[in-house]
Nanobody, 126 residues
Framework: VQLQASGGGLVQAGGTLRLSCAAS????????MGWYRQFPGKQREAVAI???????KYAASVKGRFTISRDNAKNTVALQMNSLEPEDTAVYYC?????????????????????WGQGTLVTVSS
């Protein structure tokens, strides 16, 4: 599975950005897709996940501001980010996941196998 992300950039606080990710290869293997982000010096964290059936999960910090969507016909997944805050500044990664989801204490699931796109930088200025 190959994932190609696009759409990052610089935006002012309160603004919007839309990230897109195109998937190719053995997409039929995936049970979910998502977006993660990584702050400097921190581990990558889940932002939003969308399962094949359309169920979505969001990190508490973005719920109500970010929306994940998936276009199965085009093999794309998008992240609409509204009301952006400087604290959202990070490198964002598109993800694809195989196998069963595993609940975690953080509230966002982990998966048995992960695929990653290249990161795209989102910078929110105050």
């Amino acid at each position: 599975v190959q994932l190609q992300a696009s759409g990052g950039g610089l935006v002012q606080a309160g603004g919007t950005l839309r990230l897109s990710c195109a998937a190719s290869g053995s997409i039929f293997l995936l049970s979910a897709m998502g977006w993660y982000r990584q702050f400097p010096g921190k581990q990558r964290e889940a932002v939003a996940i969308i399962f094949n059936g359309g169920t979505t999960k969001y990190a508490a910090s973005v719920k109500g501001r970010f929306t994940i969507s998936r276009d199965n016909a085009k093999n794309t997944v998008a992240l609409q980010m509204n009301s952006l805050e400087p604290e959202d500044t990070a490198v964002y990664y598109c993800s694809g996941h195989r196998g069963r989801s595993i609940p975690t204490s953080e509230g966002m699931p982990s998966f048995e196998n992960d695929y990653w796109g290249q990161g795209t930088l989102v910078t929110v200025s105050s």
